[in-house]
């Protein structure tokens, strides 16, 4: 649950007053949503984000809530969560997406499945939009729908 936080971040530092960015995240693990809906994670886990960070896009808990930040309602407001079984026959993103992260997921599936899911992900970008997966997926068999533009990085062909 902790990476939509950090893309929504990163695309709040680099955007600054530019267009507003949406986040979808989603999970198979509805508990897994729960957590990150609520954006409450202890001090500690945050802490690699460094101060300004944690100042900027964070709350410090007091009392009870000691040792625990809470994501910000202005990070909070990007991000919409839902829960998506990637192996369900029919499921649609709600709009065409320019990125999407699917990381370390594909290595759990065999390649019909990988094809499967790979073919739904491209259908889900806007031509030219880019797939971001995990750095042990590799998807050189499939160039008919993906162009390799980074070491995890593709860009689905039209």
């Not at 929504?8 to 995240?25: F, H, K, Q, W, Y």
């Amino acid at each position: 649950g902790e990476e939509p936080y950090s893309i929504a971040m990163t695309a709040l530092e680099c955007a600054g007053n530019g267009p507003r960015v949406s986040i979808d995240a989603s999970d198979i693990d509805t508990r897994v949503l729960g957590v990150a809906r609520d954006g409450i994670y202890p001090v500690d886990a945050a802490s690699g984000l460094g101060e300004a960070r944690l100042r900027r896009f964070f709350l410090k808990g007091s009392g009870a809530n000691a040792g625990k930040a809470r994501a910000k309602p202005e990070l909070q407001a990007l991000l919409s969560f839902r829960p998506l079984n990637l192996l369900t026959p029919q499921w649609q993103a709600p709009s065409p997406y320019d990125v999407i992260f699917c990381r370390n997921v594909m290595i759990y599936f065999d390649r019909p499945t990988q094809r499967q899911v790979l073919e739904r992900l491209c259908a889900s970008l806007k031509p030219g939009g880019i797939l971001y997966v995990g750095h042990s997926e590799n998807f050189t068999e499939h160039r008919d729908l993906l162009e390799l533009v980074g070491k995890t990085a593709y860009r689905a062909k039209a």
